[in-house]
């Protein structure tokens, strides 16, 4: 997971040389090694603002690309 992420910063035009990303992946082994990571889901206003983005198109369409229900498409729209 962690050369992942790296390869996401780099990705994102983050220049993260490869002596960096060692010395990081120690410290993170070091500090959290044996535990289960766990990532939230984003927040409903950072959903709210993505779907705002996509406009007035079809409701079935925004589940597509966003890869929400249609229920929950629904819900944010309506405030909830």
Do not use: C, W
């Not at 990532?39 to 369409?61: D, N, S, W």
């Not at 929400?68 to 309506?78: A, D, E, H």
Request: charged share 25%.
């Amino acid at each position: 997971m962690f050369d992942e992420l790296i390869g996401f910063l780099r990705a994102a035009g983050i220049d993260v040389p490869p002596a960096v990303a060692q010395k990081a992946e120690a410290q993170m082994y070091h500090t959290y090694g044996g535990e289960r990571v766990y990532i939230p889901h984003r927040p409903t206003q950072q959903r709210a603002v993505q779907i705002a983005k996509l406009g007035q198109m079809e409701t079935r369409r925004m589940a597509a690309l966003t890869g929400l229900s249609v229920r929950t498409i629904r819900r944010i729209k309506n405030g909830k």
